[in-house]
Nanobody, 122 residues
Framework: QVRLVESGGGSVQAGGSLRLSCVGS????????MGWFRQAPGKEREAVAI????????HYSDPVKGRFTISRDYANKMLYLQMDNLNPEDTGLYYC???????????????WGQGTQVTVYS
């Protein structure tokens, strides 16, 4: 059974940092592309950062470029998202996802976590 579990969300003042973690199980962690997505109230789910299967290629959405860093630990089946210089527009439910394709499209991802809430206040 595939399982993704996120943690690390919380409330932080604008300009602060958070580090999200996601632990995977039930699949070959090194064989799937992985990514972080977020969904703000009333908005569609969107890609934040994705990481290629081999871990070498990463892509960030324009709003987070230069502030967020995605990484993965193959040995421990962990995916991370370091978020720095947060602003209120980063508020939302953040999801970890895994899929066969290195893609920004939500529909390409097969497996999803339950999400972790990030709230940034000014």
């Amino acid at each position: 059974q595939v399982r993704l579990v996120e943690s690390g969300g919380g409330s932080v003042q604008a300009g602060g940092s958070l580090r999200l973690s996601c632990v995977g199980s039930g699949f070959r962690f090194s064989h799937l592309a992985m990514g972080w997505f977020r969904q703000a109230p009333g908005k569609e789910r969107e890609a934040v950062a994705i990481l290629h299967t081999g871990g070498g290629s990463a892509h960030y959405s324009d709003p987070v470029k230069g502030r967020f860093t995605i990484s993965r630990d193959y040995a421990n089946k962990m995916l991370y998202l370091q978020m720095d210089n947060l602003n209120p527009e980063d508020t939302g439910l953040y999801y970890c996802a895994a899929g066969n394709l290195y893609s920004l499209r939500v529909s390409e991802y097969l497996y999803w976590g339950q999400g972790t809430q990030v709230t940034v206040y000014s």
